[in-house]
């Protein structure tokens, strides 16, 4: 098995900072990898080392199967979509579209039959003699997308490409590039700091921290197996709820940080008096009627957000505990009991927050 | 309401007068052209000439004036060409990388701005008389002018690609480009505006350049306008007339090229290079 994309212990320092640390990843032919993480994690400086903007400090970088470190971008055969488009202001959109076909010389009729094609999967018929500046971002974004997969390259690199675009249309051009990716058969690293984003599109999310890969896996795996405590926060919307705990003398439930009798078992076992980070996700919290019994969480109600489909209600304790509830919960209800299933229930390490169960 | 107008007609009378005393030395040129020799001197003054007079071709014929203005234009074209040739892409350098050692050598650019002609003349001659370049005059002048001009060249062509986003290179280097070929096709045509006005800038000033002439060029055959205009300066001489005349015709070209690209030299030395 040749991997499309396979980096092996990629390094990547900026002067003395740390950019990328030990980086490993193979990204099989047609897989659709998402790379998420907050603001500053090193994603998009991951994105311009395989392109070759930036240099490797050190590591392996292979593309379809050779090595490429050394290699200028040029020679990489890759495609790759801006966060701010970088269309060439000063060409029309049929000679951005055609500009890498000009510098390999390819014939006119060529270049004009790839054009026409690809104006009619993007749906830019009609702009082809425009410049940038007199289309709307939507536009620009589809000449964008455009101008990489005429190239039929050996993998499309994204970095953020929706982000500059209205929530509706973001949420259109998922399906669409998502789509487009099928179609082409292509192999993509789409990188965004939008979970829902990497969730839905994404084969394999790619989750970093602070030039670290925290976890990688199937985007349910990561929302059902969170190998730590930052991975369990950053997945999922909204985020998971943690509270303090100490293992009972059972060695299956967990009492927890709050007032009044808050015990959750949990599926496993862990040793008595062991103190840990308890998390369960909003979602995950069913209101019941029953005030005691299995797994129940008693809860002072503080503040309560109704949107229509879903009312999310925040209780006045410390550390807050959310719950989202798919009906219409009532504003003047001064407590709520929440029930939870024990598989349900995440244990993290209160040292270094890895995934105790 | 009221305080704000006084405020701004008092601004644009004194804008006025400011533009006036300007302006004079300009209108002075042109007037005492048209003058004769008596009413030059006539006191008090007159500022419209009571008796015309159009002397053009004759100062233009008597002075050779193509032999001069042909020399100014090659010095000023060949000090445009190197400039732009070799300042374009170290003015990129500098606009793309930034560490200390790139201020430091932005620096250094400036500082070199600062040194006057006539205080690098006399190196400029012994070195250019050791080289042999003595034997070419009019290419010692253009070397000599284009190591003067270039630092302003640089800067100013700098703030031109300081516009343009880094984006649009990586792209185009994505796409399949080599890094010069990105520069070429992207950037520069997208920097077209401010390296234009830049080079016209450049080239005015090294039409009007007169230190390095007057000390490198002897040869009367081989002098620009500005050494040529010496000559009206005999001992006893006293044809004013002439002078202004040869001025004017020397100075007006140079001031349609400014009045008619003034529109861009004001907008690319601000900002908005782009589009
Ligand atoms: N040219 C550079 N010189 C020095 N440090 C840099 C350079 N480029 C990026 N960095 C640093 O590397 C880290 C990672 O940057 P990067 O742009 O990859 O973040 P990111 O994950 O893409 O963030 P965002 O979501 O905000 O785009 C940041 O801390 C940034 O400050
Ligand atoms: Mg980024």
Known sequence: MTYQIELENINKYYGGYHALRDISLGIEPGEFVALVGPSGCGKSTLLRTIAGLEGISGGTLRIAGETVNDRAPRERDLAMVFQSYALYPHMTVRRNLTYSMRLKRRSKADMERSVEEIARITGLESLLDRYPRELSGGQRQRVAMGRAIIREPKAFLFDEPLSNLDAALRV??????????????????????????????????????????????????????????????????PAMNFVDGIIREDGVSVRLDLPGEAVLRFAGARPAGETVTVGFRPEHLSVTMAATGGNILSLPVGFVERTGSTSYVLSSTTPEILLSVPERFPKEQGSVNAQIAPELVHLFSKEDGTALL | MRGNDVKRYGLLALALLFVGIYLFPLYWMYVTA??????????????????????????????????????????????????????????????????????????????????????????????????????????????????????????????????????????????????????????????????????????????????????????????????????????????????????????????????????????????????
């Open chain 1, 172 to 237: 259109h051009m998922r399906s669409e590039v998502r789509q487009l990716h099928n179609r082409l058969n292509a192999t993509s690293v789409y990188v965004t700091h939008d979970q829902i984003e990497a969730m839905t599109m994404a084969d394999r999310v790619v989750v970093m921290r602070a030039g670290v890969v925290e976890q990688m896996g199937a985007p349910l795996d990561l929302y059902d197996r969170p190998c730590n405590r930052f991975v369990a926060g950053f997945i999922g919307s």
């Open chain 2, 34 to 275: 048209l003058k004769s020799n008596s009413e030059i001197f006539a006191i008090p003054p007159t500022f419209w000439p009571r008796d015309p007079q159009w002397i053009v071709m004759d100062v233009w014929q008597r002075m050779k004036m193509d032999v001069y203005l042909r020399n100014s234009l090659i010095i000023a074209f060949g000090v445009t060409v190197i400039v732009t040739m070799t300042g374009t892409g170290c003015a990129y350098v500098l606009a793309r990388i930034r560490n200390r050692w790139m201020d430091a050598v932005l620096f250094t650019v400036l500082m070199m701005q600062v040194l006057p002609s006539s205080l690098m003349i006399t190196p400029i001659f012994v070195v250019f008389n050791q080289v042999g370049l003595s034997e070419y005059p009019r290419l010692s002048v253009i070397l000599a002018q284009a190591a003067k001009v270039l630092p302003l060249y640089i800067v100013l062509c700098r703030a031109t690609f300081l516009q343009v986003p880094k984006e649009l290179e990586e792209a185009a280097r994505v796409d399949g480009n080599s890094r010069v070929g990105a520069f070429l096709t992207i950037i520069v045509p997208l920097a077209r505006n401010g390296i234009l006005v830049t080079s016209v800038l450049i080239f005015l000033q090294s039409f009007g350049e007169y230190v390095y002439s007057r000390s490198l060029i002897t040869q009367r055959a081989l002098q620009p306008a500005t050494v040529g205009l010496q000559s009206f300066m005999g001992p006893n001489s006293s044809d004013w007339a002439g002078v202004m005349t040869y001025s004017a015709i020397y100075v007006t070209p140079i001031l349609i090229v400014f009045v008619l690209l003034q529109r861009q030299i004001v907008s690319g030395l601000t900002s908005g290079a782009l589009k």
